[in-house]
């Protein structure tokens, strides 16, 4: 249960700002935009891990 609390949540929310603000960059660059499609999708993909894990956390601690 602390390795949700501590150490996945945490890591799953700054894995999706990361990916956000390297999305933002190269886009705000103009360099590849196909790049900036898969950020953003990846971005969308880790978002539902990160909700899901941060659902599922506030699930157990209730219980």
Do not use: C, D
Request: no cysteine; charged share 10%.
């Amino acid at each position: 249960m602390e390795l949700l609390y501590y150490y996945l949540t945490p890591l799953a929310v700054a894995a999706v700002i990361v990916v956000l603000l390297m999305g933002l960059w190269n886009m705000l660059r103009g360099r590849n935009p196909n790049l900036s499609q898969k950020l953003m999708r990846w971005r969308v993909g880790l978002q539902l891990f990160a909700i899901i894990l941060l659902m599922l956390t506030i699930y157990l601690a209730s219980h």
